[in-house]
């Protein structure tokens, strides 16, 4: 009887290690990764994730397959694509942006998931008391940059600005928290703010023409409409003479005069090695707090700031576009 006892627990612990923890036995992982929408901020952090889990593996003589897959900024087609990752047991997730975060985590909990280009946990999850650790199946890193100093920058760069329009996608939850603090932050320093959301790409000339029509500066946070839109929002903000401040880079190369930015490859990297230390065993994804970029750095777009004859102190860094 001990022994068949012994027997059953041993299959039960072996199963055990197919959810939270990886046993790190395995020669070959398969890792799905669901992308809201392609553009540079979410595809960068996508490439560092690869990169960082690939070159981990390699490390210990073991291989990573990758089943990428992009929803088209459709929230439903993230639920579609993850519940085939699911259907197939996968070895870990790897959501890129809120929508896709929120289908993994209605789609299972046993396949660890981590989250990247996430702003604010506690919001794309409903956790009213969020500390900071997931819990469960879940974790991953945020791309939020301090709000406060974002503040801090239009008072600096634009400091005439009497009123602040607050331009965000309604769908995006982690946006209106974005622009909730940024308003908290003006308030404190005496300057007016307005929310104006758009419900998405359709209605965000119209929004915007609002906005410009009564404030004297624009604030975007990091949003993925917005992200995919920045040649619109500049052909409407730029002739009329109004700066925009962006939450991150990418929105900040198409439309903005500065930004605070975090690496989006970096986030990525850095979920990349969490990964790692799920899939080989040397962590518990249950407890791994919130993974965030320490290293923010103050950017300016060059070519609008000069159309708009604005100047930039020296600590700020010129962003380099492209070819």
Do not use: W
Not at 46 to 68: I, P, R, S
Not at 145 to 153: H, I, V
Not at 206 to 220: E, F, H, K, P
Request: charged residues 20%.
């Amino acid at each position: 009887m001990k022994k068949i006892i012994a027997l059953v627990l041993s299959v039960f612990m072996l199963g055990g290690c197919m959810s939270l923890t990886a046993c790190g036995n395995k020669a070959d992982y398969t890792v799905g990764i669901v992308q809201l929408v392609k553009h540079d901020a979410l595809d960068s952090a996508t490439q560092g994730f690869k990169d960082a889990l690939t070159a981990e593996l390699e490390k210990e003589g073991k291989t990573v397959t990758f089943d990428y897959q992009e929803a088209n900024n459709e929230p439903t087609v993230c639920t579609t694509i993850v519940n085939g990752f699911v259907s197939k047991n996968y070895d870990l997730i790897m959501a890129n942006a809120t929508a896709a975060l929120q289908a993994a985590a209605n789609a299972t909990e046993t396949i660890p998931v981590l989250g990247t280009s996430v702003t604010e946990y506690g919001v794309a999850l409903g956790i009213s008391d969020f500390n900071g650790t997931v819990g469960g199946n879940i974790s991953g890193t945020s791309d939020l940059a301090d709000l406060e100093k974002q503040a801090d920058m239009i008072v600096e760069l634009v400091p005439d600005v009497t009123k602040v329009g607050l331009v965000y996608c309604s769908a995006e939850p982690n946006s209106k928290y974005q622009v909730d603090k940024i308003a908290e932050y003006l308030t404190a320093k005496g300057i007016e703010s307005a929310p104006y959301a758009f419900t998405d790409s359709n209605d965000i000339a119209t929004v915007l023409n609002g906005a410009i029509s009564t404030c004297d500066a624009i604030y975007v946070p990091t949003d993925n409409t917005v992200a995919s839109n920045t040649e619109a929002i500049d052909s409407i903000c730029r002739p009329a003479g109004i700066p925009v401040i962006a939450g991150e880079e990418g929105i900040c190369s198409g439309c903005g005069i500065a930004t605070l930015s975090i690496s989006y490859y970096g986030i990525g990297e850095k979920t990349g090695k969490m990964a790692a230390d799920i899939l080989l065993g040397r962590a518990d994804i249950s407890t791994m707090p919130i993974g965030y970029d320490e290293s923010a750095v103050y950017k300016y777009n060059e070519e609008i700031c000069t159309a708009l004859g604005i100047t930039v102190p020296d600590n700020y860094v010129k962003i380099e576009k492209a070819e």
